[in-house]
């Protein structure tokens, strides 16, 4: 109806969306084609009637990283990167904040400039042929030790053109922010960017939160919700204008709640917050039905789903003479 052309007609920002959460059954079955190499277990059970078998976080990324075996050549890189790009352009994106995990690639023996050659012509030929531009987040998995972050760090300094920040991902559980402080600390010093994903509901959610935020200094917080449970916080991180990258479809696929009722409160308190599809070909769910969920299912008005866009150009970490191109 007219809501939903409205939708589809806002110009927008997404800023948390991984890469390797883009790479839809179809294209891993091309790529396992070109490699010659058969199509990973994860990936068959996503095209029978089951689909994808997960209801949290630990099994969603027991699924997840297999299927990344496909990926081998720049090529491989490059196509997953358009073919997102192509999803978002459709979709009236105009410039996207990318995730992408090296060590998925480098612990299985594919060479880190391999990856990071391969989602740069991804980038530049979709700026080139569609108009959209996107720049990287280079995340570290919080599972793995923080010396393999650290050295991926120094990996990642030849490649300041393309990768704008770091960030935090994986299994959340055991693996707090502070066990990367030093890491986080050498990126700030390096120039990058600074975020964490601080998942939904995780046994020490607003422990957390307080940590990337006091210890680790972010500049934005991925997930982040659960900092509702504390007024403190809410109002700490509404001060420093710290953005909140929620993910609604993901949430209601990784708990049993979308938490559109948290998101709108955080919007009407005056926090950053901003809608965005966190693994799309896994969660069935691109920008706009992460914004569709919110619309239909929560009493939103026009006016903020026009200020979740404008919050997530203001949060972007586009330089300033670009931001206000768009704003
Ligand atoms: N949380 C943690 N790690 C991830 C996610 C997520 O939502 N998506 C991909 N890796
Ligand atoms: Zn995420």
Redesign the pocket.
């Known amino acids: 109806d007219d809501l939903e052309a409205f939708i589809k007609g806002l110009p927008k920002a997404e800023l948390h969306v ?1 890469l390797e ?1 883009c790479l839809t059954p179809q294209l891993a079955k091309r790529l396992a084609k070109r490699n010659d190499m058969p199509l990973p277990d994860s990936v068959k059970k996503a095209s029978t009637a089951e689909g994808f078998a997960f209801h949290d ?1 630990t099994s969603f ?1 027991a699924i ?1 990283y297999p299927a990344m075996e496909v990926l081998q050549t720049a090529e491989d890189f490059a196509d997953l990167a358009m073919d997102y790009l192509t999803k978002a352009h459709q979709q009236n994106v105009r410039y996207v904040e990318l995730f992408f995990d090296p060590q998925a690639h480098t612990s299985r023996g594919v060479p880190f400039p391999t990856v990071l050659n391969g989602y740069r012509n991804g980038l530049l030929k979709a700026q080139r042929e569609l108009g959209i531009s996107a720049s990287l987040i280079m995340c570290f998995l919080r599972d793995m030790s923080a010396e393999f972050a650290m050295a991926t760090l120094m990996d990642a300094l030849p490649y300041k053109d393309v990768i704008i920040g770091v960030g935090l ?2 299994d959340e559980r055991g693996n707090p922010p502070r066990k990367f402080a030093k890491v986080f600390g050498r990126a700030r010093q390096e120039g990058f960017l600074l975020t964490m ?1 601080c ?1 939904i509901d995780q046994q020490d959610s607003v422990k957390h939160i307080r940590q990337a935020v006091h210890d680790i200094g972010v500049d934005r917080i991925d997930h982040g919700t659960n900092i509702v449970e504390d007024a403190e916080l809410v109002e700490l991180v509404r001060q420093k204008a710290i953005g909140l990258t929620c993910c609604p479809v ?1 949430n209601s696929v990784v708990t049993s709640d979308f938490k559109g009722k948290e998101i709108l409160q955080l919007l009407r308190q005056g926090v950053r917050v901003t809608l965005n599809s ?2 799309p070909a896994y969660f069935r769910g691109y920008v706009n039905e992460n914004i569709f969920k919110v619309a239909w299912e929560t009493d939103v008005t026009r006016k903020e789903l026009v200020q979740f866009q404008r919050n997530a150009f203001a949060v972007s970490w586009l330089s300033s003479w670009r931001r206000d191109r768009y704003l």
């Open positions: 991984h959460g976080l990324l997840y991902d994986s994903h998942d993901s966190d693994d």
